[in-house]
T-cell receptor, first 114, second 114 residues
Framework: DQQVKQNSPSLSVQEGRISILNCDYTNSMFDYFLWYKKYPAEGPTFLIS?????DKNEDGRFTVFLNKSAKHLSLHIVPSQPGDSAVYFCAASASLSAGNMLTFGGGTRLMVKP | DSGVTQTPKHLITATGQRVTLRCSPRSGDLSVYWYQQSLDQGLQFLIQ???????AKGNILERFSAQQFPDLHSELNLSSLELGDSALYFC?????????????FGNGTRLTVT
């Protein structure tokens, strides 16, 4: 049973426009959410995170929104740049679980066209 | 550069064989995590070690085992390999085991079982 789902395997956006990547989760114990970006032949790199006590976190061009009642989060990239083309993974963790392991979604491949 | 080093980068072996993947965490990080990514899917958590002790276990097969040594490097041992074990294996590290610690990933080891 996938606890974190990214239902769009790919997304294509024009340079300068907004990219919106979506993520749904089922485990109500999750209280911390992260987005990672992955380029080919590299490991995932941390992008932005949000705690369940917030509904929005912003860092430059990247904003993450959390809707706890809907168990949904989204990543907004504005404006999108060709260098943003990568696979984006949504991840979640639960403070009451052992360790600090992250549960990942399947990823969304973002393509930003010049 | 995340500071997490994984060796080897690529590994090709035959079914039934045994391999060892190695990970050196970022300097100062005490937690090491192993993840498996198969066929452009999400990252599946395998196992976590904290300061030499197993901390959490995910969907790790009995044919797989891991350990973290006193110098904090970790090894993932995969035995009786099957074709389905072909995947990218990522190691990540974090400073401690609290849920607000960001995981830093290495560039992975690509295992091909023929």
């Amino acid at each position: 049973d996938q606890q974190v789902k990214q239902n769009s395997p790919s997304l294509s956006v024009q340079e300068g426009r907004i990219s919106i990547l979506n993520c749904d989760y089922t485990n109500s114990m999750f209280d911390y959410f992260l987005w990672y970006k992955k380029y080919p032949a590299e490991g995932p790199t941390f992008l932005i995170s949000i705690s369940s006590i917030k509904d929005k976190n912003e860092d430059g061009r990247f904003t993450v929104f959390l809707n706890k009642s809907a168990k949904h989060l989204s990543l907004h990239i504005v404006p999108s740049q060709p260098g943003d083309s990568a696979v984006y993974f949504c991840a979640a963790s639960a403070s009451l679980s052992a360790g600090n392991m992250l549960t990942f979604g399947g990823g969304t491949r973002l393509m930003v066209k010049p | 550069d995340s500071g997490v080093t994984q060796t080897p980068k690529h590994l090709i072996t035959a079914t039934g064989q045994r391999v060892t993947l190695r990970c050196s965490p970022r300097s100062g990080d005490l937690s090491v995590y192993w993840y498996q990514q198969s066929l452009d899917q999400g990252l599946q958590f395998l196992i976590q070690y904290y300061n030499g002790e197993e901390r959490a276990k995910g969907n790790i097969l009995e044919r797989f085992s891991a350990q973290q040594f006193p110098d904090l490097h970790s090894e993932l041992n995969l035995s009786s390999l099957e074709l389905g074990d072909s995947a990218l294996y990522f190691c990540a590290s974090s400073a401690s085991q609290g849920t607000r610690n960001t995981l830093h990933f290495g560039n992975g080891t690509r295992l091909t079982v023929t």
